[in-house]
Antibody, heavy 119, light 108 residues
Framework: QVQLQESGPGVVKPSETLSLTCTVS????????WSWIRQPPGKRLEWIGY???????NYNPPLKSRVTMSVDTSKKEFSLRLSSVTAADTAVYYC?????????????WGQGSLVTVSS | EIVMTQSPATLSVSPGGRVTLSCRAS??????LAWYQQKPGQAPRLLLY???TRATGIPARFSGSGSGTEFTLTISSLQSEDFAVYYC??????????FGGGTKVEIK
């Protein structure tokens, strides 16, 4: 059973960098695309971007200038960094696996990590 | 960016009832549409992809139809565990991948 688990600080100060890591267990990290998706309180899901296990990335254009994703296949982890955060970045952040048939919908999700931007 | 619009925002249904949820795309997404179920405090769960193909382990009471810009998710006989929020997501034209605003199915 594939499981994803997000980890990272629950509170980040405005203008600082949000950092989250997703650890994959029960299945391979290789051969898949891995996405970050967020959900601000009371709002719809927003795709942040994906990273392929080989390291190629694709980001949501409005966030592209602030987002960096990385992957560590030896640790079966991938990470998100979002710089210059504001209150608008407060959200539950999910990591998710792109389906094998097409990496652009998501067949496994983490439980989510609430990140609050506050001084 | 393709905008996904779901209706209604909330649906009140009795257990055992039939439910039809709507998802509309601002431009054609072919059949590149997925549906998810999300319960409070939980991550979304993939129900359907390709507009009508059930994901692994999804009961047959969930079905999907449509192509282009109009899609529906039907739950044939609502069970207690089906009360949740349902989201559609297009993956035809990206970046970005985009989600609808959700339909909440609540107990009548």
């Amino acid at each position: 059973q594939v499981q994803l688990q997000e980890s990272g600080p629950g509170v980040v100060k405005p203008s600082e960098t949000l950092s989250l890591t997703c650890t994959v267990s029960g299945g391979p990290l290789t051969s898949y695309y891995w996405s970050w998706i967020r959900q601000p309180p009371g709002k719809r899901l927003e795709w942040i971007g994906y990273i392929y296990y080989r390291g190629s990335t694709n980001y949501n254009p409005p966030l592209k200038s602030r987002v960096t994703m990385s992957v560590d296949t030896s640790k079966k982890e991938f990470s998100l960094r979002l710089s210059s955060v504001t209150a608008a970045d407060t959200a539950v952040y999910y990591c998710a696996r792109g389906a094998a048939e097409a990496p652009l919908y998501f067949d496994h999700w983490g439980q989510g990590s609430l990140v609050t931007v506050s001084s | 960016e393709i905008v996904m619009t779901q209706s209604p925002a909330t649906l009140s249904v009795s257990p055992g009832g039939r439910v039809t949820l709507s998802c509309r795309a601002s431009q054609s997404v072919s059949s590149n549409l997925a549906w998810y179920q999300q319960k409070p405090g939980q991550a979304p769960r993939l129900l359907l992809y390709g507009a009508s193909t059930r994901a692994t382990g999804i009961p047959a009471r969930f079905s999907g139809s449509g192509s282009g810009t109009e899609f529906t998710l039907t739950i044939s006989s609502l069970q207690s565990e089906d009360f949740a929020v349902y989201y559609c997501q297009q993956y035809n034209d990206w970046p970005p991948l985009t989600f609808g605003g959700g339909t909440k199915v609540e107990i009548k």
